[in-house]
C-alpha cells in the first residue's frame, strides 16, 4: 500500500500528542518519608543519613538487581531527573507533548521486593508521593500496585478511586512470579475493572532475576538481557491470562503492555490462535480466537520501536495486529534509550493516513485511559 494524502508533516500538526509512558526517577528521599507505620520505624527514616548510606543508596538494597553494567552506569549515556512539576513541565516541553501518562522508574521493580508486606508499604509511599507531588500540579499519572500482596493491592485502587489524576493501575511486571494470569490476581482486576482504570504491565530488565535466575547466571553483558526479556516475559504473562480467560473474566478491563517493542506481537497472536485451533481446552473460557481478544482488550506501547530505519518493515508490523486501533505513542523518556517524538512519524507517513496516525499518536490513548 503506498503512501496516503496527508496533511500531518510533522509533530506540530498532530493533537493531541500523548506520551504513554514518561517515567519519573522517584528517588529514597522522596519515597522514605511517606512510608507508614512500621516500615518508617524499621527503616528508621529519619535517621538515614546518619547511618551513613550513599544518597538514593539504602532502597536499592530492597529492590533488587540484575548487577549489569548500563550505558548510564558507564557514563556513555546520561539522564535526566524527572522528579517534580518542573521536571515533567521541561520534558513536555522538550518532547512537544500535550499530555502523558507519567509511569514510576525505581518502582518498576517492587515486584522483586521480597519482604511483601514492605512492597506493600512502598506502594502505598509511592503512591502518595506521586498524588501530593506530582499529579496535584495538574498531570496524569499511573499508580502502582503490588503483585505479592492483591488484595492491598485492590483495597490501593478502591482508595484512589475518586483521584480523577489517576489514569491507570500499573503491574510492575518485571520478575513477578507466578505470572498475571493466575487467580491470584484476580482481585487487582476486579478493583481495577470496577474502577473504569485500564491495567498497565511493564516489566524491567532486571526482573530476570526474579523469573529466570539459572538464565540471569549465564548472562555477562546488559544487552543480552534488555533485548529477549521485555518481550519474552509480556508474552510470558498474555499466555497465562489467555488461558485463564482473563479478558472473559473481566470484559470491561483493558490491558496496556508497556515498553515491549513491536515485533513479536503478530507472532505471538498467529502463534497462539494456531496452537489455540488444536488445544482449546487449554483454554476453555474463550468464547474466539485468542487474537480476537488481544485486539479487543490489549493495547501496546511504542518504544522501543526497533525497525525504525526500514520503515516498510516497521509498517508492514504495525499493519499485522491492526496498530492503527491498539499502538499508543511512547518515549521511555528520561532512559538513556528513548524515542524522541517525531521518531516513528516519518516512517508512519509511508503507510498511515492521517486518521490512523492520529489514533497511534493520542487519540487512542485519550479513549483508553479517559483523558
Given at each position: 500500500?503506498?503512501?496516503?494524502?496527508?496533511?500531518?508533516?510533522?509533530?506540530?500538526?498532530?493533537?493531541?500528542?500523548?506520551?504513554?509512558?514518561?517515567?519519573?526517577?522517584?528517588?529514597?528521599?522522596?519515597?522514605?518519608?511517606?512510608?507508614?507505620?512500621?516500615?518508617?520505624?524499621?527503616?528508621?527514616?529519619?535517621?538515614?543519613?546518619?547511618?551513613?548510606?550513599?544518597?538514593?543508596?539504602?532502597?536499592?538494597?530492597?529492590?533488587?538487581?540484575?548487577?549489569?553494567?548500563?550505558?548510564?552506569?558507564?557514563?556513555?549515556?546520561?539522564?535526566?531527573?524527572?522528579?517534580?512539576?518542573?521536571?515533567?513541565?521541561?520534558?513536555?516541553?522538550?518532547?512537544?507533548?500535550?499530555?502523558?501518562?507519567?509511569?514510576?522508574?525505581?518502582?518498576?521493580?517492587?515486584?522483586?521486593?521480597?519482604?511483601?508486606?514492605?512492597?506493600?508499604?512502598?506502594?502505598?509511599?509511592?503512591?502518595?508521593?506521586?498524588?501530593?507531588?506530582?499529579?496535584?500540579?495538574?498531570?496524569?499519572?499511573?499508580?502502582?500496585?503490588?503483585?505479592?500482596?492483591?488484595?492491598?493491592?485492590?483495597?490501593?485502587?478502591?482508595?484512589?478511586?475518586?483521584?480523577?489524576?489517576?489514569?491507570?493501575?500499573?503491574?510492575?511486571?518485571?520478575?513477578?512470579?507466578?505470572?498475571?494470569?493466575?487467580?491470584?490476581?484476580?482481585?487487582?482486576?476486579?478493583?481495577?475493572?470496577?474502577?473504569?482504570?485500564?491495567?498497565?504491565?511493564?516489566?524491567?530488565?532486571?526482573?530476570?532475576?526474579?523469573?529466570?535466575?539459572?538464565?540471569?547466571?549465564?548472562?555477562?553483558?546488559?544487552?543480552?538481557?534488555?533485548?529477549?526479556?521485555?518481550?519474552?516475559?509480556?508474552m510470558w504473562h498474555i499466555s497465562t491470562?489467555?488461558?485463564?480467560?482473563?479478558?472473559?473474566?473481566?470484559?470491561?478491563?483493558?490491558?496496556?503492555?508497556?515498553?515491549?517493542?513491536?515485533?513479536?506481537?503478530?507472532?505471538?497472536?498467529?502463534?497462539?490462535?494456531?496452537?489455540?485451533?488444536?488445544?482449546?481446552?487449554?483454554?476453555?473460557?474463550?468464547?474466539?480466537?485468542?487474537?480476537?481478544?488481544?485486539?479487543?482488550?490489549?493495547?501496546?506501547?511504542?518504544?522501543?520501536?526497533?525497525?525504525?530505519?526500514?520503515?516498510?518493515?516497521?509498517?508492514?508490523?504495525?499493519?499485522?495486529?491492526?496498530?492503527?486501533?491498539?499502538?499508543?505513542?511512547?518515549?521511555?523518556?528520561?532512559?538513556?534509550?528513548?524515542?524522541?517524538?517525531?521518531?516513528?512519524?516519518s516512517s508512519l507517513r509511508t503507510e498511515?493516513?492521517?486518521?490512523?496516525?492520529?489514533?497511534?499518536?493520542?487519540?487512542?490513548?485519550?479513549?483508553?485511559?479517559?483523558?
Amino acid at each position: 500500500m503506498g503512501a496516503k494524502k496527508q496533511a500531518i508533516s510533522s509533530v506540530n500538526d498532530l493533537h493531541p500528542v500523548v506520551d504513554t509512558d514518561l517515567h519519573l526517577t522517584e528517588q529514597q528521599d522522596d519515597i522514605l518519608p511517606y512510608l507508614e507505620e512500621p516500615f518508617n520505624k524499621i527503616l528508621d527514616v529519619n535517621n538515614q543519613g546518619k547511618r551513613g548510606q550513599v544518597e538514593g543508596g539504602y532502597l536499592s538494597q530492597l529492590y533488587p538487581s540484575a548487577g549489569h553494567l548500563t550505558p548510564t552506569d558507564t557514563g556513555r549515556a546520561e539522564t535526566d531527573d524527572v522528579r517534580s512539576p518542573e521536571d515533567v513541565e521541561r520534558a513536555m516541553e522538550l518532547l512537544t507533548l500535550d499530555d502523558a501518562i507519567l509511569t514510576p522508574g525505581l518502582n518498576l521493580r517492587l515486584g522483586l521486593v521480597h519482604h511483601d508486606e514492605l512492597a506493600a508499604g512502598f506502594m502505598t509511599a509511592y503512591n502518595n508521593w506521586l498524588l501530593d507531588t506530582i499529579l496535584d500540579e495538574g498531570y496524569h499519572g499511573a499508580m502502582v500496585v503490588t503483585p505479592q500482596k492483591p488484595e492491598k493491592s485492590a483495597e490501593e485502587i478502591d482508595r484512589l478511586v475518586d483521584e480523577s489524576r489517576i489514569k491507570a493501575v500499573m503491574i510492575p511486571g518485571g520478575g513477578v512470579h507466578p505470572p498475571l494470569g493466575r487467580e491470584q490476581y484476580f482481585p487487582i482486576y476486579d478493583a481495577a475493572e470496577n474502577a473504569g482504570l485500564p491495567v498497565m504491565i511493564h516489566n524491567a530488565a532486571t526482573g530476570i532475576v526474579g523469573n529466570y535466575p539459572i538464565q540471569w547466571r549465564g548472562t555477562k553483558r546488559y544487552i543480552e538481557v534488555h533485548v529477549p526479556y521485555h518481550s519474552a516475559e509480556q508474552m510470558w504473562h498474555i499466555s497465562t491470562m489467555l488461558t485463564n480467560g482473563i479478558p472473559v473474566r473481566f470484559p470491561d478491563l483493558d490491558f496496556v503492555i508497556q515498553e515491549s517493542g513491536i515485533g513479536w506481537i503478530p507472532y505471538f497472536m498467529r502463534r497462539y490462535d494456531n496452537e489455540y485451533s488444536k488445544k482449546q481446552n487449554d483454554a476453555p473460557l474463550l468464547e474466539k480466537r485468542p487474537s480476537d481478544y488481544i485486539r479487543d482488550q490489549f493495547f501496546f506501547t511504542s518504544q522501543p520501536t526497533e525497525g525504525i530505519d526500514d520503515p516498510e518493515y516497521l509498517c508492514h508490523t504495525i499493519r499485522m495486529f491492526d496498530g492503527a486501533e491498539n499502538l499508543m505513542f511512547s518515549t521511555d523518556y528520561p532512559h538513556y534509550d528513548f524515542d524522541y517524538t517525531d521518531t516513528l512519524l516519518s516512517s508512519l507517513r509511508t503507510e498511515f493516513d492521517d486518521d490512523e496516525i492520529q489514533n497511534i499518536y493520542g487519540r487512542t490513548a485519550s479513549n483508553v485511559f479517559d483523558l
